[in-house]
């Protein structure tokens, strides 16, 4: 695979590397198992809860990840203070490696927040169609995301929502999406989509509010009967959506998402402030 980590250095089963030595990443043959974490303040966010996805990954490609969650939060605190970052997503990347073993790599990645504008005019989407093999397993597929990298580019959109053959929307290429229309937000269901850490908790923030969540796919038909739709994931948390195609919505400016956004940031700023006591 293509090397990806940048600043001074990453650690490899526990030990520091030069992030110039490429050599480990180039050995890297087949698709591995990955998370990535959003460090904010050098507090890995939701960290446990990411442990335990990688490892439903792995597990769902009859895999076992060795390294122990302690190790790991090691190594992410070692990596951070080698490098001197506080805000940075960090990768976590697990595969065996001929001559090796099985390797557990921990490194800082080139690292996209939005800016505030994006929250408040939203994001423009586009419609892709593609159906993952294994939806609640998160392994890399390089051909996969330059795919869909070119054609974010070349339409200068933000995500694409993939469409499966049947017409419907699970979810999008990097998070998972949720549709919003009256006072009930739909999402797909649990075996449809990769379980998204920031999901969980906005599922979590919904039931406090009493809104009531459907599980259910929307289909692409229906795209122009919404009242509003927003993206989730580690690096976006809450993402008003603003156009699908040439299909707008008005997220921005709807009751709920706003409702759901204040109430997830109240979340995260928690668990951050938990960990720095």
Do not use: W
């Amino acid at each position: 695979m293509k090397p990806e980590a940048i600043k001074d250095c990453f650690l490899v089963n526990g030990r520091v590397e030069l992030t110039a030595n490429v050599e480990i990443f180039e050995r890297i043959k087949k698709p591995p198992i990955y998370e990535v974490v959003r460090v904010i303040n050098k507090v890995p966010l939701f960290l446990e809860d990411h442990l335990d996805r990688m490892r439903e990954s792995a597990k769902i490609v009859d895999y076992h990840i060795e390294r122990k969650d302690k190790d790991i939060e090691k190594d992410i605190k070692e990596l951070i203070n080698k490098n001197g970052i506080e805000n940075l997503n960090v990768k976590l990347l697990c595969t065996d490696i001929e001559g090796m073993g099985q390797i557990f790599l921990a490194y800082f990645i080139k690292s996209f927040y939005p800016p505030e504008e994006y929250y408040k005019e939203g994001i423009h989407t586009i419609l892709f169609h593609y159906e993952r093999e294994n939806p609640n397993a998160k392994i890399q597929m390089a051909s996969f995301r330059e795919e869909v990298a070119r054609e974010l580019e070349k339409n200068n959109a933000f995500e694409a929502l993939l469409v499966n053959k049947d017409g419907y929307i699970p979810e999008g290429s990097r998070s998972n999406m949720f549709f919003v229309k009256g006072d009930r937000i739909y999402t797909a269901p649990k075996g449809d989509v990769l379980l998204g850490i920031t999901r969980k908790y906005i599922l979590q923030v919904c039931e406090k509010l009493n809104i009531k969540i459907i599980e259910e796919n929307i289909h692409m038909e229906d795209l122009k009967k919404l009242d509003g739709a927003f993206m989730s994931g580690t690096s976006v948390n809450v993402l008003p959506i603003s156009s699908v195609d040439d299909i707008k919505l008005d997220s921005v400016n709807n009751r709920i998402i706003k409702e759901v956004n204040n109430l997830y940031v109240n979340k995260m700023k928690a668990y951050i402030e938990s960990k720095t006591l």
